[in-house]
């Protein structure tokens, strides 16, 4: 789990290998495991809103690691945009789950920087 180290807001959850580890630990910044892609990547690499790691801390299993962590460039973690990829609430409608937007502001244009 990834927070702001300003006001804990849950930024993003997001995998890690030893690799990845290691790698925060190295250089003080954000890595991560993409499953998908079944590579390391560097979050902020390409759309510069890199996080910067303030803290590192694990529960009491030692099973998983919530980072405190600064963003540079835009001071957003989502690649929508938006500061968290948390921005949709569950609701129930008509007995199914539906989704709500609950923050629309996007702090830069994915199609820019991505070019998708």
Not at 20 to 46: M, P
Request: hydrophobic share 35%; with cysteine; glycine share 6%.
């Amino acid at each position: 789990m990834v927070t702001d180290a300003r006001d804990n807001a849950v930024l993003m959850l997001a995998h890690m290998n030893d690799e990845a580890l290691s790698l925060t630990l190295e250089t003080g910044f954000a890595h991560y495991y993409s499953r998908s892609r079944d590579t390391i990547w560097k979050k902020g690499e390409t759309s510069g809103n890199l996080q910067k790691v303030e803290q590192i801390l694990t529960d009491c299993d030692q099973d998983a690691i919530l980072l405190k962590v600064s963003v540079a460039g835009h001071d957003a973690a989502c690649h929508t945009g938006r500061r968290s990829c948390f921005y949709r609430e569950v609701t129930a409608k008509d007995d199914a789950a539906a989704l709500k937007s609950i923050d629309d502001h996007k702090a830069f244009d994915p199609k820019t920087v991505y070019g998708k």
